[in-house]
């Protein structure tokens, strides 16, 4: 049993790697943003964790504006996505528009946070 789950595990990876490498460049940078704010916001935790959170305003700050980004990024990316045709009348300036316009809201709303 332990095989064939290892056969399939490859089969699943090789098989994810494959339909991955038809993706175009544009939406693969999307998802290395959206991988790095994750990360950022992995490594506040883990600091926080360690370190300690006196200022928690900071802390929440911090990890909320690399997790809305993310989910920022992430609507960016079904929104450019030749293959949606959901957003297919939505010209990519206008998904990269509204996505630095929504990224101005949150921001503003972080420092406001801040105090």
Not at 108 to 113: E, G, R
């Amino acid at each position: 049993m332990g095989r064939t789950t290892s056969k399939d595990a490859q089969a699943l990876i090789h098989s994810l790697r494959s339909a991955y490498s038809a993706t175009p460049t544009s939406l693969k940078i999307v998802d290395l943003y959206v991988g790095f704010a994750v990360f950022a916001a992995i490594i506040q935790v883990v600091y926080m964790a360690i370190v300690g959170s006196f200022p928690f305003n900071s802390f929440l700050s911090g990890v909320l504006s690399c997790v809305g980004t993310a989910v920022l990024a992430v609507c960016l990316r079904i929104q450019v996505n030749k293959e949606n045709k959901e957003f297919k009348d939505l010209a990519p300036e206008r998904a990269f528009a509204d996505f630095v316009l929504c990224n101005l809201v949150l921001h503003l709303v972080i420092m406001n946070f801040l105090g």
